[in-house]
């Protein structure tokens, strides 16, 4: 079956290191994957898009990769901020045979930048 | 500022009645969505439209309902046959459906519906 993982454990980081999260996909053969930010009681806030043929992608602090043969986007945030708490979620749309396209979520993984 | 506005934040109700989600948006977005968020799983797809006066299941349709007679709105009805209403729901919108031109999704801040 199809699957999206994203480590379900908050990970917690120093101010200043580098935060990186996994997105993990199983069965999936994604056209692009989307990472989005969500703070508690909120909706989530769309950071960044990369295509399947695109192995980085970057956005100042933010940096994604994808590799398909591994099946796997890493999402890091250099010089991490208490500020950059949050829930980051990661997204596959995928271009269905039939016509059409779904995009599906990770259950999110929780940073918790300290000081 | 545009955007997606949800109303009301928190919404509570008794089992038995069914009740009704707004959502708004001044993006100018043909497509809109609503997502429901349960703890521990990924956001679940509830309805979908690309345009006024049409719309589409997504993966957890029943027990909902749906209109989409302006392009500003998409008011989700969640009836008394939904077995698991309790949750948190997300509106989003994009400029055209996603896939066609790699859209993100633009969320509202959603709604806390608590049914007792």
């Known amino acids: 079956s199809q699957k999206i993982e994203q480590n379900s454990e908050a990970l917690n980081i120093q101010e200043g290191k580098t935060a990186t999260l996994t997105c993990n996909y199983t069965n999936y053969s994604p056209a692009y994957l989307q990472w989005y930010r969500q703070d508690p009681g909120r909706g989530p806030v769309f950071l960044l898009l990369i295509r399947e043929n695109e192995k980085e992608k970057r956005k100042e602090r933010l940096k994604v990769t994808f590799d398909t043969t591994l099946k796997q986007s890493l999402f890091h945030i250099t010089a991490s901020q208490p500020a950059d708490s949050a829930t980051y979620l990661c997204?596959?749309?995928?271009?269905?045979?039939?016509?059409?396209?779904?995009?599906?979520f990770g259950t999110g993984t929780q940073l918790k930048v300290e000081l | 500022d545009g955007g997606i506005t949800q109303s009301p934040k928190y919404l509570f109700r008794k089992e038995g009645q069914n009740v009704t989600l707004s959502c708004e948006q001044n993006?100018?977005?043909?497509?809109m969505y609503w997502y429901r968020q349960d703890p521990g799983q990924g956001l679940r797809l509830i309805y979908y439209?690309?345009?006024?006066?049409?719309?589409q299941k997504g993966d957890i349709a029943e027990g909902y309902s749906v209109s989409r007679e302006k392009k500003e709105s998409f008011p989700l009805t969640v009836t008394s046959a939904q077995k698991n209403p309790t949750a948190f729901y997300l509106c989003?919108?994009?400029?055209?459906?996603?896939?066609?031109?790699?859209?993100?999704?633009?969320f509202g801040n959603g709604t806390r519906l608590t049914v007792t």
């Open positions: 989003a919108s994009s400029p055209l459906l996603t896939g066609s031109n790699n859209s993100p999704l633009h």
């Open positions: 993006l100018n977005h043909d497509a």
């Open positions: 997204a596959l749309d995928l271009l269905l045979t039939g016509g059409g396209n779904k995009l599906t």
């Open positions: 439209s690309q345009i006024v006066n049409d719309f």
